[in-house]
């Protein structure tokens, strides 16, 4: 571990924003397993980041409000569990358990609602590697570095997003390894440490991850009950005049909303008007579910210098296929090729012809992931409606998730107590800025139903534990 990392301090106050609402039930145990349980999510999350130094147990306790001994009790497990290391004379530092810590009690996720991701579509995909294994050979003659993408997939993705009323020539694609490779190029070419990026709230976690790994600051705009307040973006674009805006208008992650026609057009305006260069994340924008999404936002915005939309083959048709890209102005493109060779030097030819042929093939494929994730998607509805019946699954309707109101601000502790039963569920916190969000968790219908029914019952178990109502059901049973 280095010096700088080791020299890194947490605030107290802001680790205490961040753990959000960790407390239980007394049913669910101990306060300071909760209290342990809740800054391991932080550091497995990134959150807190490995080799920081943890505040002193005192100014924790004080933050908190809760006695020295709960906190003392909680280092000492994190200790433990190889989440703290301590050092004699200073304060403790958070790691990572090396294997030889890892206790072969300790609960291991057996369903997983981390990632909102689908099985690939196994005979296109096999396919269209087949005829990507043939189509590579001119490009062995060559050195094989290919920063902007091999033609065949830039033409592919060019005419996509002509089909969609966005008239874009291939010179205006740049192919990233994914989605998250793509926004993390954008942000190290057109940000420096401490600028600013507007965020909705909630977000895709990916995306905040990238932010803080840039060295800049998000700033979030709230999405309502409804989504999008147009007039806070505007007033917040024009008051923090930040260096870039983050906005997902297709299928957004976590919520499901989508940007109705109308709002494309004002909100294009706005950005238009206040000169925001903006990253416009279409990497869900083929999961829509009930109707079809209007044309791209750069189109209702009209100047390509401004807009950098993202996209990406994980959502559409395989996680496993890391191939994505970036639409931008030819000027915009070269900056950011003038940056990559210090990240990489091209995303691998053959993945790439692969992709190139899936997105032949979309017209096949893509609906029948649709009726999937529809199926899916009722099918969690109406699990929680029989089992969790006061959860308030959100309005939005696309995507690959849903965004649910829990009856109380328990998300943090939720997570926790899931993940002592074997399911792996990020907190609500994860998709905001600051540590806000403990009303709501991120719910993904993208696997088989067997798995949904499997988690929704772990789900179940862990909230009737933290909330304390475990006890009186059984004792209602026995009577």
């Known amino acids: 571990m280095s010096a700088d990392m080791a020299a890194r301090a947490l605030d107290v106050d802001l680790l205490a924003r961040e753990l959000g609402n960790w407390r239980t039930s007394s049913h669910s145990g101990p306060a300071y397993l909760g209290l342990a349980d809740a800054i391991r999510l932080l550091i497995v999350d990134g959150r807190v980041p490995v080799g920081s130094r943890i505040p002193s147990e005192r100014a924790l306790a004080e933050s908190l409000r809760v006695s020295r001994t709960t906190v003392t009790a909680a280092f000492a497990q994190l200790r433990e569990d190889g989440y703290l290391h301590a ?29 909102a991701a689908m099985c690939a579509p196994a005979t296109a995909v096999l396919e269209a590697f087949g005829e990507a294994a043939r189509d590579i050979t001119p490009f062995l003659r060559a050195p094989g570095h290919e920063l902007m993408g091999v033609d065949p997939l830039r033409v592919a993705i060019a005419e996509r997003y002509c089909a969609r009323g966005l008239p874009t020539d291939p010179d205006q694609i740049m192919v990233t390894t994914g989605a998250q490779h793509a926004i993390g190029l954008i942000l190290a070419s057109h940000t420096r440490p401490g600028d600013r990026v507007l965020v909705e709230q909630p977000t895709y976690h990916g995306a905040l991850t990238a932010i803080s790994t840039a060295g800049a600051r998000a700033v979030p705009v709230a999405l309502t009950e409804d989504g999008w307040e147009l007039g806070a973006v505007q007033a917040a674009l024009r008051q923090l005049a930040p260096s870039l805006a983050y906005l997902i208008p297709d299928s957004h992650n976590p919520t499901g909303f989508t940007l109705s026609a109308a709002q494309r057009k004002q909100l294009g305006q706005i950005i238009s008007d206040t000169r925001t260069r903006t990253i416009v994340d279409e990497s869900i924008a083929d999961m829509w579910l009930d109707e079809a999404p209007p044309q791209p936002l750069a189109a209702a915005v009209g100047r390509d210098d401004l807009v950098l939309t993202v996209g990406s083959m994980s959502k559409s048709f395989w996680g496993g296929l890391r191939v994505g890209w970036i639409r931008a102005e030819r000027g915009t493109l070269a900056t950011i090729a003038a940056i990559r060779p210090s990240v990489d030097l091209g995303t691998p030819i053959l993945e790439q012809l692969a992709a190139a042929r899936l997105l032949a093939m979309h017209a096949e494929v893509l609906p029948e992931r649709r009726d999937l994730l529809r199926a899916r998607r009722e099918f969690l509805v109406g699990l929680l409606a029989r089992e969790l019946p006061d959860w308030q699954p959100g309005p939005g309707r696309g995507g690959m998730s849903l965004w649910v109101r829990l009856p109380a601000p328990m998300s943090t502790a939720l997570s926790a107590a899931a993940l002592r039963l074997g399911l792996d569920v990020p907190a609500g916190p994860r998709f905001g800025v600051d540590g806000t969000l403990e009303r709501f968790i991120r719910l993904p219908y993208a696997l088989p139903e067997s798995e949904l029914e499997d988690a929704v019952q772990l789900l179940a178990r862990a909230w009737h534990s933290i909330t304390g109502t475990v006890g009186a059901q059984r004792q209602t049973l026995v009577v």
């Open 87 to 115: 050092r004699r004379g200073a304060r403790s530092i958070t790691a990572l358990p090396t294997s030889s810590q890892v206790h072969t009690d300790a609960p291991t996720p057996t369903v997983s609602l981390a990632e």
